[in-house]
């Protein structure tokens, strides 16, 4: 069991009126963490924090900033072993998951550092004799990231990663599902100098989710939000933000497509979707929901994607043979079985039935998908993947874009010039060909469009979600009034 502090101001402090919740594991029932609950007082000691520590950090040469970064990613590659066993412990999935979001948080750590010199301006031309103009990026100030739990190193490290680079300083707000996991990003921080007050790291109960965070953004302090998550929630968020005129940029929810052509390889195409679908228990933004096949290739596609999936098993992610782990929680669980009940009832077709027990769920699928059934439109985010059959190019390129949600998809055909043709047609911010819906790199620039949000994460996308442009001019020589 995990005990968690809050780290405000380089210090790890308990909440101010000493308050904890418990996380309690998925894996077998039994408490994995237990967390200081945040008072509204502790957010603001946090933000006020933040804001101090910005007038040193912001005037910090590039080159400073980008060795107290590198030194992060070094230190979390060295804790990877132990970010392992706390995040299996907190949210269920597997090491192979958790090591992947090491890697790639630390990469995340290292192309920030390397973006520190890359926040550029530009001279802009004018009319005015004598006149240099220039539009210059500055930093905001204190930035409040807000990360999820089912790619927990991943997405708190993304929330962080970019705005240290361009000068700002972080108040970061866990997810009450992961306390520990996301505390020890702070911890990683901490210890390679980053500075006092540059990250702080808020944990807090359920219940009190919806006052903290309405301080978060309502604190003159902060000047940018950046969160990923529910659509459900962003919409709040987003909603709140505008009341005080503050931009956030939103990472929201998904229902990837893959669109299969008769002329792709298929034995690909399958691996990838399982992947997609089921990798981290479907608990991925990015997740393969929906695979549209063309009915030239659709049997004998189908048939391959439930032996694919037969031969994948989930379950405690300590034992070896389950390569994929378990639920986040049991009312995870509940919502995906009544989702999947929903559809059966409604006529759709489970060949690999409905195996749910607890929080572990083997993986599934649905054929004969409907647009009434819930299924269609809702993002399962659970090890789900739904087929549908297209018969001409024009339907599959519809049915890729019926949902309201655009953030990651797919087209798989070995005529590369007909798949970016495909490709260019889908609605959505993330599209690969012949690979995988889920797929990520730091460099790359990350966001949907539509109920999966606005704005971008990754490298130099970014600079611009997390600076100020401003312009400035320069009058090199006597200049004329009208009066």
Same mark, same amino acid.
């Given at each position: 069991?995990?005990?968690? +502090? ?82 299996? #412990? ?62 927990? $190193? $991943?997405?708190?490290?993304? !929330? ?21 996991? =996301? #505390?020890?990003?702070? +911890? ?142 049991? #009312? ?29 769920? +083997? ?13 269609? #439109? ?57 690979? !995988? ?39 090199? =020589? ?6």
């Amino acid at each position: 069991m995990q005990n968690v +502090q809050l780290l405000i101001h380089g210090q790890s402090v308990d909440a101010s009126n000493r308050k904890t919740f418990e996380r309690i594991s998925p894996i077998d029932g039994q408490i994995a963490s237990v967390a200081a609950a945040a008072t509204l007082e502790d957010v603001d000691q946090a933000i006020e924090s933040a804001s101090q520590a910005f007038q040193v950090w912001s005037k910090l040469s590039p080159t400073e900033r980008r060795l107290r970064l590198l030194k992060a990613a070094d230190l979390m590659d060295q804790k990877t072993d132990q970010f392992i066993q706390i995040g299996m #412990r907190e949210t269920g999935s597997t090491a192979i998951w958790y090591g992947f979001n090491v890697h790639l948080a630390a990469n995340m750590l290292r192309e920030a550092a390397a973006m520190t010199t890359q926040i550029d301006g530009s001279l802009i031309p004018s009319d005015i004799p004598g006149n240099l103009a220039m539009g210059v990026r500055v930093p905001c100030g204190v930035v409040v990231g807000i990360a999820p739990w089912n790619a927990p $190193i $991943i997405l708190a490290t993304r !929330a962080l990663a970019m705005p240290l680079a361009c000068g700002n300083t972080v108040v970061l707000k866990a997810s009450e599902a992961c306390p520990a996991t =996301q #505390r020890l990003i702070g +911890q990683v921080l901490h210890e390679a100098g980053i500075g006092e007050g540059v990250v702080n790291v808020i944990t807090h109960a359920a219940e009190d989710a919806p006052a903290i965070v309405k301080r978060l953004i309502e604190h003159p302090a902060v000047k940018r939000i950046n969160f990923t998550g529910s659509t459900k929630v962003g919409k709040i968020i987003a909603e709140t933000a505008a009341k005080y005129l503050k931009p956030v940029l939103l990472e929201l929810g998904g229902k990837a497509p893959v669109v299969v052509l008769d002329d792709a390889d298929i034995d690909e195409a399958v691996n990838a979707i399982a992947f997609g679908a089921f990798f981290n228990q479907g608990q991925i933004c990015m997740s393969t929901e929906r695979v549209l096949v063309q009915d030239g290739i659709a049997d004998q596609f189908i048939e391959k994607l439930i032996a694919k999936t037969k031969s994948l098993k989930a379950g405690n992610p300590t034992v070896q043979n389950n390569v994929l782990g378990v639920l986040e929680s049991s #009312r995870a669980a509940q919502r995906i079985q009544s989702l999947l009940e929903d559809a059966k009832n409604k006529g759709a077709d489970l060949p690999l039935g409905i195996q749910i027990q607890d929080t572990t769920m +083997q993986p599934t699928l649905v054929l004969n998908i409907q647009p009434d059934m819930l299924l269609y #439109r809702e993002e399962s985010f659970g090890p789900i993947c739904t087929v549908q059959r297209f018969e001409t190019l024009e339907e599959g390129i519809a049915l890729a874009n019926d949902s309201e949600f655009g953030l990651s998809a797919a087209v798989f055909s070995q005529n590369l010039a007909h798949a970016l043709e495909v490709a260019k047609q889908i609605d959505s911010g993330i599209c690969h060909i012949n690979g !995988a819906t889920v797929h990520d790199e730091a460099q790359m620039p990350f966001g949907g469009t539509k109920s999966s949000g606005y704005g971008r994460f990754g490298s130099k996308a970014s600079i611009a979600e997390f600076t100020e442009l401003r312009w400035i001019t320069v009058q090199t =020589q006597s200049r004329q009034y009208p009066i």
